[in-house]
């Protein structure tokens, strides 16, 4: 029954999508920092190839390409599901939906997800750009690239679960997005975004690989750059799933929980 | 003047009623700021220490500490005085009750500004403060008088600047009306700020002078604490910024003219 709806959704989702597509267009303006991390690590790598681990040379062309693939993953995986969760608990209207023989997740999820094609369609040109000027930056193994859609799969679901645990907290708590500005903090410093990991000291490298955001973000784009060797990215990709499972479980006990206590205030 | 400054009284205070009905949110938000201090903080540890051990060049460490302290400074003012209102205004052409502000009898750019204040960011301050600090401590040396007074100027400016452009942002509201998230782009266009000017070349430095003056707002009151501040820059800097504040108060005007209203 709700697998048959799905194709509607995602219809429905990219119709929304292509409508307010300058809305989109300045969301993804808004997510220019890798662009200008890539100016600050150029400008010093001009200068003289940064040191990496492992005694890897960077020079201003490695962080161009690495930049880059930051800018485009970042696009792939982003989902909002816990604002959209959190005003339809504030408005009441979560009721209409929970009304419906289809779980609402299924909807946030359809409606995150189609918006996939037009933020694929803007991300394009940059890509182009990429493998047409910094090819000697990206991945020359194809078991990389095998690899890289499972690891964007997971990198979405991390967010999307997050999303959804977040915008469950708003059926208890008044604050919820609070979660989702501090998730968003950390996630600057420890998923790659706004410095390579590899030039964390050796310690805090560690940490950042116990920790989520290093798999949404670091992990798909050391697969385009082919940074991570291929066991090590299996490993990697490991610890990426065990992610998913677990914040899956903990969305799954929130939304569960927090459903219970729903009381529709407002229309 | 004086009904002015009366107005801005009573949306201070009602500004802070908010605040304290909000008491926990007050307590979340205090931590969370922690979290975005650190976190512009944290790269340049790692670009001047960590494995790279290189950095801006031109720039010490204690020198990036202080336009990085700036731009913290900055932060604070937009998040707490001028990011707020904005999103208030925004929603007010959204929704079509921008009418009623129009309606007050009262200069309407002075009515949204003052809209709302968000006081707890004024631990943003606290924050730069601290930075400054470490930066000072590092280089071994404080700032002089002169570098102090032309710094507080070529600050002022820059909350003028960056007033300027939310002013504009607020103008465009008025024809493409679903652009409530530009706010979010006016944001994250001045992180970029939080680097010295060195790090922006070619065509990127004329656009961060000129047209986004972001090097004016953080690099020049930094220069100027570092006593490297050329005359020729600060005057400069005063004049494009009465001109850029003169030009955004007649983009308001003229934009205002041509505002339909969305709702009713």
């Given at each position: 029954?709700?697998?048959r709806?799905?194709?509607t959704?995602l219809?429905?989702?990219?119709a929304?999508?292509?409508a307010?597509r300058?809305?989109?267009?300045?969301?993804v303006l808004?997510?220019?920092?890798?662009?200008?991390?890539?100016l600050l690590?150029?400008s010093?790598?001009?200068?003289?190839?940064v040191?990496?681990?492992a005694?890897?040379?960077?020079?201003s062309?490695?962080f161009?390409?690495?930049?880059l693939?930051v800018?485009i993953?970042?696009q792939?995986?982003?989902a909002?599901?816990?604002?959209?969760i959190n005003?339809?608990?504030?408005q009441?209207t979560?009721a209409?939906r929970?009304l419906r023989?289809?779980?609402?997740?299924?909807?946030y999820?359809c409606?995150?997800l189609?918006?996939l094609?037009?933020?694929t369609?803007?991300?394009?040109?940059?890509?182009?750009f990429?493998?047409v000027t910094?090819r000697?930056?990206?991945?020359?193994?194809?078991?990389?690239?095998l690899l890289?859609p499972v690891?964007?799969l997971?990198?979405?679901?991390?967010?999307?679960?997050?999303?959804?645990?977040?915008?469950?907290l708003a059926f208890?708590?008044?604050?919820?997005l609070?979660v989702?500005?501090?998730?968003?903090?950390l996630f600057?410093?420890f998923?790659?975004?706004?410095?390579?990991?590899?030039?964390f000291?050796a310690w805090?490298r560690?940490?950042a690989?116990w920790?989520?955001?290093?798999y949404v973000?670091?992990l798909?784009?050391?697969?385009m750059?082919?940074?991570?060797?291929f066991e090590?990215?299996l490993?990697l990709?490991?610890?990426?799933?065990?992610?998913v499972?677990g914040?899956?479980?903990?969305?799954a006990?929130l939304?569960g929980?927090?459903?219970t206590k729903?009381?529709?205030?407002?229309? | 003047?004086?009904?002015?400054w009366?107005?801005?009284?009573?949306q201070?205070?009602?500004?802070a009623l908010?605040?304290l009905?909000y008491?926990?949110?007050?307590?979340?938000?205090?931590?969370?700021?922690?979290f975005?201090?650190v976190?512009a903080v944290?790269p340049?540890?790692?670009?001047?220490g960590?494995t790279?051990?290189?950095?801006?060049p031109?720039?010490?460490?204690?020198e990036?500490?202080?336009?990085?302290?700036c731009f913290?400074?900055?932060q604070?003012?937009i998040d707490?005085a001028?990011?707020?209102?904005?999103t208030?205004v925004l929603d007010?052409?959204?929704?079509?009750?921008?009418?009623?502000v129009?309606?007050k009898p009262?200069d309407?750019?002075?009515?949204v500004s003052?809209a709302?204040?968000?006081?707890?960011r004024?631990?943003g301050?606290?924050?730069?403060a601290?930075?400054?600090?470490l930066?000072?401590r590092e280089?071994?040396?404080?700032?002089?008088?002169?570098?102090?007074?032309?710094?507080?100027?070529?600050?002022l400016?820059?909350?003028?600047l960056?007033y300027?452009?939310w002013?504009?942002?607020?103008s465009?509201?008025?024809?493409a009306?679903k652009?409530?998230n530009?706010?979010?782009?006016?944001?994250?266009?001045?992180d970029?700020?939080?680097?010295?000017?060195?790090v922006?070349?070619g065509?990127f430095?004329?656009v961060?002078?000129?047209?986004i003056?972001?090097v004016?707002?953080?690099?020049?009151?930094a220069?100027a604490?570092?006593?490297?501040?050329?005359?020729?820059s600060l005057?400069?800097a005063i004049?494009?910024?009465?001109?850029?504040?003169?030009?955004?108060?007649?983009v308001?005007?003229?934009?205002l003219?041509r505002?339909?209203?969305a709702g009713g």
């Open positions: 029954m709700s697998v709806a799905i194709p959704l219809k429905v989702g990219f929304e999508a292509a307010y300058a809305e989109m267009v300045v969301w808004s997510t220019t920092m890798p662009l200008v991390m890539m690590w150029t010093i790598a001009e200068v003289s190839p040191q990496g681990a005694g890897a040379q960077w020079g062309s490695a161009v390409g690495y930049f693939c800018f993953v970042r792939l995986v982003s909002w599901a816990a604002w959209e005003y339809e608990v504030r009441g979560l209409l929970l023989p289809l779980h609402p997740l299924i909807h999820a409606s995150n189609a918006y094609p037009l933020r369609l803007v991300t394009l040109p940059v890509a182009i990429l493998v910094h000697e930056a990206l991945s020359g193994d194809w078991r990389h690239w890289f690891a964007v997971g990198a979405w679901l991390i967010n999307f679960l997050v999303n959804v645990s977040a915008g469950a208890t708590v008044e604050s919820s609070r989702m500005d501090l998730w968003l903090a600057f410093v998923s790659g975004y706004l410095v390579p990991l590899e030039f000291p805090l560690e940490v690989d920790l989520p955001w290093r973000l670091a798909p784009v050391e697969l750059t082919g940074r991570a060797p090590v990215a490993g990709l490991a610890r990426q799933l065990a992610w499972l914040l899956g479980t903990v969305a006990v939304w929980r927090g459903v729903f009381q529709a205030f407002g229309g | 003047m004086r009904r002015a009366e107005l801005l009284k009573v201070l205070k009602a500004s908010l605040a009905q008491r926990l949110d007050f307590a979340l938000d205090l931590v969370i700021g922690l975005w201090t976190s944290l340049l540890f790692i670009v001047y960590g790279a051990k290189q950095g801006v031109g720039w010490a460490f204690g990036t500490l202080v336009v990085v302290a913290i400074t900055l604070a003012v707490g001028i990011s707020p209102s904005l208030s007010h052409v959204r929704k079509g009750t921008f009418d009623f129009l309606l009262h309407a750019q002075l009515l003052t709302r204040f968000q006081f707890w004024a631990a301050l606290v924050h730069a601290i930075v400054f600090g930066a000072f280089l071994g040396r404080g700032p002089t008088t002169t570098g102090v007074v032309t710094a507080a100027v070529l600050l400016m820059a909350t003028a960056l300027s452009l002013l504009l942002i607020v465009v509201s008025f024809f009306v652009v409530d530009l706010s979010n782009l006016f944001a994250s266009l001045f970029a700020a939080r680097w010295p000017k060195t922006f070349r065509v430095r004329v961060f002078t000129f047209v003056p972001l004016v707002m953080t690099t020049f009151p220069e604490l570092l006593g490297r501040l050329s005359w020729a005057l400069g004049a494009g910024t009465l001109a850029f504040v003169l030009a955004a108060r007649l308001w005007l003229l934009s003219r505002y339909t209203s």
